[in-house]
């Protein structure tokens, strides 16, 4: 076998060089073009995570609200409850509207006694509605004794 000459070496070792160049080029490019990509996708992930946290956090506002205007339509009840226990024909002067906690409750009342529907609708300052509706039976012994039969919620 005859040696290189040393042309044929320079040769080979421009070619070699070259050849070195090109795979790094692409590779450079090749990283840039997958990092980009996983930068895209993980951002539209915490964008997706981000629009799912805000309406798990809305949805929680609006149990919240609900929950007020539940509890405030449950103090107008107790509200004519009390005016029951000290005189049950104050029924008669039903209905009436009471300002509570930022809202208001209106209690009405169906039926006659001693066994009426005593109805509660509340309105919290957000805007939120609720009824609550039970129907009693008022013992006629002092204490008046105010049992109730059925509670009806948002009907």
Aim: some cysteine; charged content about 20%; proline content about 5%.
């Amino acid at each position: 076998m005859a040696p290189l000459s040393m042309k044929a070496v320079e040769k080979h070792k421009y070619y070699h060089k070259k050849t070195i160049m090109k795979i790094k080029i692409r590779k450079n490019g090749s990283a840039l073009l997958i990092t980009v990509f996983a930068v895209a996708m993980l951002a539209a992930l915490v964008m997706g995570m981000l629009q799912i946290t805000t309406e798990e956090i809305m949805l929680m506002q609006n149990n919240l609200y609900a929950a007020e205007a539940t509890a405030t339509a449950e103090a107008g009840l107790n509200d004519a409850f009390a005016q029951i226990w000290d005189d049950p024909n104050c029924i008669t002067t039903f209905p009436f509207t009471t300002p509570f906690n930022g809202g208001s409750y209106t209690v009405s009342s169906e039926g006659v006694l001693p066994d009426p529907n005593i109805i509660s609708e509340a309105t919290t300052a957000e805007g939120f509605v609720a009824r609550v509706k039970a129907d009693i039976t008022i013992k006629d012994v002092t204490p008046y004794v105010i049992m109730i039969d059925e509670l009806r919620t948002n009907e």
